[in-house]
């Protein structure tokens, strides 16, 4: 059975030459190869033709006026192409050629230079090169196009899966914030209110970044969604997304995460830390404690079990959960902004509200990093009020 080859389209090629019996030798030349040719004997009619349709190749005379060598409508020809169509092939015709004009055709354009008088099958040779070239660049555009839909769109679904309101804990002040380093995040965070008195704190971090991290961050949200609740305990949470996304993430990928239920009433916070950054708490004196209790990170280990922590928490206490694009931000020395310095600046300013926690922890590691994040960067500033 004989190979069915895709269909190519016939070339269109926009003749832009003022010399009428140039124009028919080539319109003659190029119909033979059963290509089809359109003649501009003008710029203003060349740029018309260009923005009604689409061509494959645009062979135009460098000099249009025929008393001058000067060949500046033929290089604001190419100017004006190049604007209306930054994947169109443009190659320059000319009697005559010096080095300057060449280099400003080219700074303008320009893709190929053929001579006249030209060699057929050399001019052949070069359109052919330049259409195989020009129609590449067409594709990478379509593709580039579709690819930036598509990671608008992926961008708006993710920010509508994240918390679109903090919800408001008695006793409580919250501050959150999201950062990705490129369209979207690996990211994830949440803070569901289960009722008055109870809620859930999450925060997790997708090994990887871009779109593959964010469809698992997305998995992950969703997985939450499905098994939290007031009386499922952190450790049994954690063991069932592990178990949900073990064998479905792809090879090299885990998530670190770290889930807490907050009693507002009592101020209990029970918490399961599998395999990440573990959270800041600093008393009221300025006394520090990691959150660390858990286990391994989820989606490696199917049968892994997680144990969980509990702290006490007390009026004047700050919380911070964050993501590792806050402590391995980096200076210009190479140098990680580190668990330390976050824990110092948490020490230092412990009786800020939670907003003004979270702006002096971003500012800090913005003006240490130079102004920008390498990484996603996630932080829940939690304040305990009284």
């Not at 003022?18 to 009619?45: C, F, I, K, Y």
């Not at 604001?76 to 320059?92: E, F, K, N």
């Not at 926690?357 to 996603?376: K, Y």
Request: with cysteine; net charge negative.
């Amino acid at each position: 059975m004989e190979a069915i080859l895709p269909m190519v389209p016939t070339p269109r090629t926009l003749i832009a030459d003022d010399h009428p019996d140039v124009l028919a030798a080539l319109r003659m030349l190029l119909r033979n190869e059963g290509w089809q040719t359109e003649a501009a004997t003008s710029p203003a009619e060349a740029l018309e033709a260009i923005k009604s349709r689409e061509f494959d190749l645009a062979l135009v005379d460098l000099n249009y006026a025929r008393d001058t060598t000067s060949g500046q409508e033929g290089l604001d020809l190419i100017a004006g192409i190049r604007a209306l169509d930054s994947a169109l092939p443009v190659v320059a015709m000319t009697a005559w050629a010096n080095l300057e004009l060449a280099i400003e055709a080219m700074r303008r354009g320009v893709t190929d230079f053929v001579q006249k008088p030209w060699e057929n099958a050399r001019l052949l040779g070069v359109l052919r090169d330049q259409i195989a070239a020009g129609r590449a660049r067409r594709r990478e555009q379509r593709l580039k196009a579709t690819r930036d839909r598509e990671l608008l769109a992926a961008e708006e679904i993710q920010q509508s899966l994240l918390p679109r309101h903090i919800p408001s804990l008695e006793g409580c002040d919250l501050a959150v914030a999201w950062r990705p380093a490129d369209v979207v995040s690996g990211d994830y965070f949440d803070i569901i209110q289960f009722d008055q008195s109870r809620a859930a704190l999450c925060v997790g971090d997708v090994m990887g970044k871009g779109m593959p991290a964010a469809l698992v961050m997305s998995n992950l949200q969703a997985l939450v969604k499905t098994f939290a609740s007031a009386a499922a305990p952190p450790k049994r949470l954690c063991e069932l997304v592990n178990r949900s996304v073990c064998g479905n993430l792809p090879e090299g990928r885990f998530i670190t995460f770290f889930y807490g239920l907050l009693e507002t009433e009592s101020r209990r916070f029970v918490y399961a830390n599998a395999g990440h950054n573990p959270p800041l708490l600093v008393r009221r004196d300025g006394r520090a404690t990691r959150l660390v209790e858990g286990g391994a990170v989820l989606g490696i280990f199917p049968e892994g079990r997680f144990a969980q922590g509990e702290v006490m928490l007390e009026a004047g206490d700050r919380l911070i959960c964050f993501t590792d694009g806050i402590t391995e931000a980096t200076n210009d020395a190479g140098e990680l902004f580190g668990e330390e310095r976050l824990l110092q600046l948490l020490v230092e300013r412990r009786r800020q509200s939670a907003p003004a926690l979270r702006e002096s922890i971003l500012g800090a590691v913005a003006d240490f990093s130079g102004g920008s994040f390498q990484d996603d960067v996630t932080l829940v500033a939690l304040a305990i009020e009284g």
